[in-house]
């Protein structure tokens, strides 16, 4: 079982940035590949970011390329997602997930963290 803890979420102004943080439990932690996604009131949840184990691949959506970047630190056992030129649309809680394979679908991800809130304002 590994345990995925988020940090970093708040309220920030639209233009701002933010840098949110997933720890894990595990010391096998460079053995998954780690996932970002995110959930807005009314909306399915969706997927924002993923990258590979030893961070060499990374794959964002559409709606935050450019704007956030998704790195990890395997000796720290933390994924981290940076989140600038944010804008209102991005409000959300934002949530880290593990999975042993590269991958958007939420349902390729085994281990899920209980998510932090990052609201912008306009």
């Known amino acids: 079982q590994v345990q995925l803890v988020e940090a970093g979420g708040g309220l920030v102004q639209a233009g701002g940035s933010l840098r949110l943080s997933c720890a894990a439990s595990t010391q096998t932690f460079d053995s998954y590949d780690m996932g970002w996604f995110r959930q807005a009131p009314g909306k399915e949840r969706e997927f924002v970011a993923a990258i590979s184990r030893s961070g060499g691949d990374t794959f964002y959506a559409d709606s935050v390329k450019g704007r956030f970047t998704v790195f990890r630190d395997n000796r720290r056992v933390t994924v981290y997602l940076q989140m600038d030129s944010l804008k209102p649309e991005d409000t959300a809680v934002y949530y880290c997930?593990?999975?042993?394979?590269?991958?958007?679908?939420?349902?390729?991800?085994?281990?899920w963290g209980r998510g932090t809130q990052v609201t912008v304002s306009s």
């Open positions: 997930a593990a999975s042993t394979s590269l991958a958007v679908a939420e349902d390729m991800y085994v281990y």
